[in-house]
Nanobody
């Protein structure tokens, strides 16, 4: 059974940092793109960042570029999101996605980890 488990979320003050992790099991995802999404209360899910299989190409939404860094450790089958200079508007549930199908579609999703940024 494929499972993605996010961790590292929590409460942080504006300007602070968090590092999210996504541990995958049941399948290795070293050969494909993985991504992070987020969903704020009363908002639609939105793409945060993606990373290709080797880590050589990364893409970021404009609202996080320069503040967040995506990375992966294929040996550990784990995805990371380093979040710096956090803003209250970053408050959301952050989801890990794997098994890239195409575009912004993924076959597998984690249950999410809550990130709350206090002003």
């Amino acid at each position: 059974q494929v499972q993605l488990v996010e961790s590292g979320g929590g409460l942080v003050q504006a300007g602070g940092s968090l590092r999210l992790s996504c541990a995958a099991s049941g399948r290795t995802f070293s050969g494909d793109t993985m991504g992070w999404f987020r969903q704020a209360p009363r908002k639609e899910r939105e793409l945060v960042s993606t990373i290709n299989w080797s880590g050589s190409r990364t893409d970021y939404a404009d609202f996080v570029k320069g503040r967040f860094t995506i990375s992966r450790n294929n040996a550990k089958n784990t995805l990371y999101l380093q979040m710096n200079s956090l803003k209250p508007e970053d408050t959301a549930v952050y989801y890990c996605a794997a098994g890239h199908v195409g575009g912004d579609e993924y076959a597998y999703w984690g249950q999410g980890t809550q990130v709350t940024v206090a002003s």
